[in-house]
């Protein structure tokens, strides 16, 4: 089937946008806009009322229910909002994946669900759903009653193939399961420390940041931890922050890793995200963490800025997380880059089947997006990780499928 592109906003930068060095940047300032003045007053309320750690700040500043960046109504995702993730920089990304889905079917003798935790404007859903067999069914896990919305809409004509779930009413164990998230754990809320310099243990010197108001703005204030789970996380990892320096945890990636594994009785995970492994995310060398707003396509680190208009990210900590799942019962197959793993699904080919029947204008505009995809700079640069509940048979068809792709 010919899926269209859809490359049509040329200078956009495509993705949440990271440096690509291995040292910490300060992006430059964006000029404050409008902020969501209710959400406002109810953080300054929530702050009245005690301190308000900067991981309860950002779930409120994406999650409210009714005043939070992911429940408005304003496009977040694609030309019109503020990234683009990298089903939306063109259909070659979700073809090439489901090379790798259908090789799951096949090894499990036949066509299951896919779910796909937190499935944006509908996009990777709707190209999913074009190109694999008509007996798969979808299931969307999606928080944002906005959201879900628009993947109704985008995926009205698919009916019954489709059905949304809570994270409360999902299913566990599912047979012949295919669990996707893509830029999932960047956008959980996260708590941010600073270690302190000076001798003594690091648990002593470990500060946490709260979010105060001074002068009717909002600001950073260190004070004591509010869990001692924070201590614990980094004891665990065998890594702390070095001293003086800002970093981020988040406590929620793997739970909810251990959830979504259990979705599987038997199939596979599949996770595309930001993240360093434990060492490099905690580096000495990391002074400022990687904690970012984006806006218009735009990025800085003014998380108090624009409260409710900007999405907030933080990079993931890809050996916990991997850890996660195979805690939980998985195999890891394939772990690597984006740019790796879409190489080894046949990526070039797509572009190369594509070129009779086309125009050279289109040619050029998938010839950009697949580059874009690829980069190591930008997207190419995201964690691509499959891990698999099963049979043998069903995590060697998925290596082999990876070809060179196994980090």
Known sequence: MCLEARHDAPGLPAGRWYDSSETAVTMPALPNTTENAALRRLIAERIAAGPLTFRDF???????????????????????????????????????????????????????TVVEAGAGNGTMAADLLAVLPPATRYRIIEASPALEATQRQRLRDYGARVEWASWESAPAGGERTVVITNELFDALPVHRVRMEDGEGAPESRLREIYVVE????????????????????????????????????????????????????????????????????????????TLLSFYRHTSDTQPYARVGRQDLTAHVDWTALRAAGESAGLTTVIDTTQSELLAALG???????????????????????ISELLDPAGLGRIRAMVQYRGDARLGAALKAAGGSAHG
């Open 347 to 369: 990526i070039g080919g797509y572009l190369a089947g594509a070129v009779a029947g086309t125009g050279l204008e289109e040619h050029l505009a998938r010839r950009r997006a």
């Open 58 to 112: 950002m779930e409120m500043a994406l999650y409210h229910p009714e005043h939070g960046y992911y429940s408005s109504s304003r496009p977040t995702v694609g030309r019109d909002g503020d990234f683009i993730t990298s089903p939306e920089v063109h259909p070659a990304f979700t073809y090439t994946l489901s090379a790798l889905i259908t090789t799951a079917w096949d090894a499990m003798g036949g066509p299951g």
């Open 214 to 289: 001074r002068d009717g703005e909002l600001d950073d204030a260190p004070g004591e931890v509010s869990t001692p789970e924070l201590a614990a996380y980094f004891r665990r990892a065998g890594v702390w922050p070095g001293g003086g320096c800002l970093a981020e945890v988040n406590l929620a990636a793997e739970p909810l890793m251990a959830r979504l594994a259990g979705m599987v009785g038997q199939g596979a995970v599949i996770t595309f995200d930001y993240g360093y492994e434990t060492a490099r995310l905690y580096a000495p060398w990391r002074r400022e963490g």
